[in-house]
C-alpha cells in the first residue's frame, strides 16, 4: 500500500509540475498517452484477465446486487447533477464517469489481499470483471458516446463513436469465447506489471488536468471541494457500498472482497473514456483525486492495523 500511496502522490504533483512549467506540451502529452492506453494496453489488460477467470454460480446473487448498485447509483447521480446542479451534458458524463468506474486493479485488489488474505482475491477478480469491467465497457463508454463532445452530433454518430472507440469490448467478447492457451500465465504476469505501469502515467494525466488553464495565484491542491466532487463522494464511498450492504443482508452472506471494492474511489480508466469522448477533465480530474485522498489513508491506516 505505501509504494501506491507514493505512486500517486509523486506521479499527480509531476504532472502538475510539468503543466506549470511547460503548458503547451504537458496537457496535450498527457492525454495522447491516454488514448494510447485506451486502443493498445487496455484491450491486452482486458482479454488477458478476463480469459481466466470462472464464474462460480454462487457469486451470481452478489454479481447481480452489484449490477443493481451501480446502475440505481447512475441514475442518482444523473437525477443530480441534471436537475440540482444544472450541469451541462459534457459535466453530467464526467460525472456518470466517476460513479461507473472504480479503483479496483490499482488500489482494490492490494488492499483485498493487504486486509482479506490472498485467498479472497479471486473473488474479488469474479466481482469486478463481471461488475467493474462490465461497468466501464458497457457503462462508461456508453456515456463517453452519448454526452461527449468528440462523439458527434447525431444517434448515428454517437453509436459508431461507442463501437469504433471501444476496442477494450472486442477484447473482452474475444475473452469469453478465446481458450485459455491464449494466455499464458507470463502475459498475464506481464498484463498486471502494464496495470502497475498506468498508475503514474494516469495520474500525470490528473495533474496536468488540475493545474489546466489555472493562474499561478488562483492555483489551489488539493483541488477545491466542489458541489459535482461532493456528489461523486457521497455516491462512490457510502452510497454504494451501503446499499449493496442492505440489498444482501436478507439474501446471501456477502463475501468481504465485494464489498471492499464497492467502496473503491473513482478510478484511473475514467480518464480514458473522458479524454476519448471529449467529456469534462477538470470534474474528473477533481472526484479521482478527492476520492482517492479519502481512501487510501483509511486503507493505510487498516493495512497496518490487520
Known amino acids: 500500500m505505501i509504494p501506491i500511496a507514493l505512486t500517486i502522490i509523486a506521479a499527480t504533483w ?17 492525454r495522447k498517452a491516454l488514448t494510447g492506453v485506451l486502443y493498445t494496453v487496455l484491450p491486452a489488460v482486458v482479454f488477458l484477465n478476463l480469459n481466466r477467470v470462472e464464474f462460480d454460480h454462487d457469486f451470481a446473487i452478489g454479481i447481480a446486487l452489484g449490477w443493481v448498485v451501480v446502475i440505481f447509483c447512475t441514475f442518482v447521480t444523473f437525477f443530480i447533477g441534471s436537475r440540482f446542479l444544472a450541469l451541462e451534458r459534457p459535466q453530467i458524463g464526467a ?3 466517476c460513479i461507473l468506474v472504480a479503483n479496483s486493479a490499482y488500489l482494490g485488489y492490494p488492499l483485498v489481499a493487504a486486509l482479506l488474505g490472498l485467498d479472497e482475491l479471486g473473488d474479488a477478480v469474479a466481482f469486478d470483471v463481471a461488475v467493474g469491467t462490465m461497468a466501464l465497457l458497457l457503462g462508461a463508454f456508453s456515456v463517453g458516446a452519448a454526452f461527449g463532445t468528440k462523439a458527434g452530433e447525431t444517434p448515428r454518430d454517437r453509436v459508431r463513436a461507442f463501437f469504433t472507440r471501444n476496442i477494450p469490448l472486442y477484447a473482452a467478447v474475444l475473452a469469453v469465447f ?15 506489471v502494464a496495470i502497475a505501469l498506468m498508475l503514474p502515467v494516469g495520474f500525470f494525466a490528473v495533474g496536468a488536468a488540475l493545474a489546466e488553464g489555472e493562474d ?7 483541488p477545491p471541494l466542489t458541489k459535482p466532487t461532493a ?4 455516491v462512490k464511498l457510502i452510497l454504494m457500498p451501503a446499499l449493496l450492504f442492505l440489498l444482501a443482508l436478507p439474501l446471501i452472506e456477502l463475501p468481504d472482497s465485494f464489498l471492499l471494492l464497492a467502496a473503491m474511489p473513482s478510478g484511473l480508466n475514467a480518464m480514458i473514456v473522458v479524454q476519448a469522448y471529449g467529456l469534462d477533465l477538470k470534474i474528473t480530474a477533481n472526484a479521482l483525486v478527492w476520492t482517492t485522498a479519502i481512501v487510501v489513508p483509511v486503507a493505510l491506516v487498516a493495512s497496518f492495523v490487520t
Open 178 to 192: 478465446a481458450p485459455e492457451a491464449w494466455s499464458p500465465e507470463w502475459a498475464i504476469d506481464a498484463s498486471r
Open 231 to 234: 456528489v461523486v463522494i457521497g
Open 216 to 222: 499561478e495565484e488562483e492555483f489551489r491542491f488539493p
Open 95 to 97: 460525472l456518470l464517469c
Open 14 to 30: 509531476a504532472g502538475l509540475a510539468a503543466e506549470r512549467r511547460w503548458p503547451e506540451q504537458a496537457g496535450i502529452g498527457s
